[in-house]
């Protein structure tokens, strides 16, 4: 008899959670397909796919309500009907038929534990990156807006078109403009220009090839093809690594090896890439100040058969900015550059360079500042080096002195670093890193210190959050299942909806305590994690002891 009335009981628990699971899912899924819908205008093949995804990550928090609503309904309506009374007179103790309620709130609670650690955070992950779909967001957003913003390295791009089609490269009516300095903007208009759109050292970028473009800027001044290349590339968003999209094993090897995780990888390879900057500023300085002249090389530009071109550098001093760029200092006080020391081609008053290629000079450039930055060029995937000048006085080969041409300012580049100082800031280590913090200059100490008492911890801060937040929501799941079906005896007869929501109440006080305790641990201004895993687990252990005192209580009257 006993066996059958748990049959009986375990079909209807099924059927009851089924039932409210499909409903809340569906209600749930749709809603969060509906917003990157309007937000992203995604395809319908898209919006089925990304349905796909969500689906089985909102069955992870649907299923314990689910559970939840399905357990009070039916001990709700076994009391009502006195079905319980008739259980208490044939000898069957009421904590015998909770039993069925028992086995669904384990099925449920593993469920969502292997949902929560293996299943949902890679499809989390998948629907977000399948939102962010570049060539997707980009034609989105220039069909409804008619432009996109792109920033990299410290260059800032506005990109218009009056017409784009989502199944063609080809966009229309073409305007670039480069806002990176505000007091002299630069802009290229062009009839159409060809988008390509591709991957590189995980971003996403996007090439722009105009037709026969036209470039200019505020003050008037031409602009070299080089300074014509940032307009051609950009840099899309990209979908960062979060812990939320790490599965169990990710999770610990990332409290295993913070260093493997791509956030701090990135915050590494920045550093090195300083210590790069760092020691090649190191060698400009003992070249000034050893032979007084530093010589770069043109980087190649894929397989052109053109030979790349050489800069030598004069200078008498040289003295590090905090800008991160290194200044190139004459021997005296500027002046205007005479027919004497432009028929030299060197002055000790002025910064003196001499452009050459296969051999032959070009034009000689004089300048009243000058300073060379490194910066990691993106799209060339490498360390690159760019002379600034200020007060540029530029005279080509084989002109008169009545023909130099004057600027304010002037940018050659972009220009090889010695493989060497590369090769040697490339593949360094978190330990290795560690060990600078007391040689290297104070930007990459600071860099450094950032590192190891900023980033790591908070890293760390918020994959034990995660860590907390699934393992407690998953055994909360067993705890709301079974004071569920208790509440559900308890509050019989017509009051079936009114046991649910009062069986809801302490189980979104769980789920508010569990949120509230994973804010908690991951804000830094809290000096310690425990106050954050204190308010997940007080929950929990509040539940536990309401639901064990329910059933060592009332039930067993």
Known sequence: MIRTLKIYL???LLKATLLATIAFTLVMTIFAVIEPLYKEGVSPKQALKLFGYIAPVMFSMTLPIAALFGTTIVYGRFSRDNELMACRASGISTVSVLTPAIGLGVVVSLTTFVLGFYVAPKLLGASERMIKD????????????????????????????????PNSPWADGVIILDYSDPNNA??????????????????????????????????????????QIPFRRGELPTIKNKPKFYDWYKLYQTLKQPESDPSIATKITRISRQICSFRFYDEVARQISTHHKYILTEIAEGKSSIPLARIVIHANRTQIEKKGRICLLPAQPTSKPSSENTASG????????????????????????????????????????????????????????????????????????????????????????????????????EAIRSLFTKNIPMLKRKVWAEIHQRLSYSISC????????????????????????????????????????????????????????TAIWAGIAALAAITIYLYAGPMRR
């Open 10 to 12: 375990t079909k209807e």
């Open 346 to 445: 060197w002055s000790r008053n002025k910064i003196s360079i001499t452009q050459m290629r296969n051999g032959k000079i070009e034009c000689k450039i004089w300048a009243s500042k000058a300073s060379i930055k490194a910066s990691w060029d993106r799209f060339r995937n490498t360390m690159v080096a760019a002379v600034l000048l200020e007060a540029v006085s530029i005279l080509p080969a084989g002109e008169s002195p009545e023909n130099i041409r004057h600027q304010k300012k002037y940018i050659l580049g972009p220009f090889a670093i010695p493989k060497n100082i590369i090769s040697a800031s490339k593949d360094i280590s978190a330990d290795t890193i560690e060990q600078l913090r007391t040689t290297a200059p104070p930007k990459i100490r």
């Open 134 to 165: 570049l060539r997707q967001i980009a034609y989105n957003k220039l069909m409804r807006q008619q432009y996109i913003k792109f920033k990299y390295s410290d260059i800032y791009l506005i990109f218009h078109a009056d017409h784009v089609e």
């Open 478 to 533: 067993l705890l709301m299942v079974m004071l569920g079906a208790v509440l559900g005896i308890l509050f019989r007869g017509g009051e079936i909806l009114t046991a649910f929501a009062i069986s809801s109440l302490p189980s979104a006080a769980v789920i508010i305590l569990i949120l509230m305790g994973k804010q908690l641990m991951t804000n830094p201004k809290i000096p310690s994690m425990a106050y954050g895993a």
């Open 186 to 227: 630069k802009c290229l208009v062009a009839s159409s220009a060809k988008l390509e759109f591709y991957k590189r050292s995980g971003k996403s970028i996007v090439e722009f090839y105009p037709t026969n473009p036209t470039v200019f800027q505020q003050n008037g001044e031409n602009i070299g093809i080089a300074e």
